[in-house]
């Protein structure tokens, strides 16, 4: 595997390693996974108790779906 960008940074290069870069990862999903969470529950909300269909949110939520999907079998057959 070739070292990452942020190695080469001379302050840095220490402070980067596949255990920051793993961590990294796993934060970002976490919090992607966590914004879709409030989304939905936003949506749901405006829908059940406002009456109100508001496309943007779920628009939001599929954009997140479609995406993790595809992202999920681009690496899976291209890694």
């Not at 596949?18 to 949506?43: C, D, K």
Request: net charge positive; charged share 20%.
């Amino acid at each position: 595997m070739k070292p990452h960008i942020l190695s080469k940074v001379p302050i840095l290069g220490q402070f980067v390693d596949e255990r920051f870069l793993e961590h990294r990862r796993r934060a970002s999903s976490i919090a992607g996974f966590a914004t879709v969470l409030v989304a939905l529950g936003l949506w749901e909300y405006r829908l059940l108790v406002e009456n109100i269909w508001d496309w943007e949110l779920f628009v939001v939520i599929a954009t997140f779906g479609v995406v993790k999907t595809s992202l999920f079998f681009w690496y899976r057959f291209h890694d």
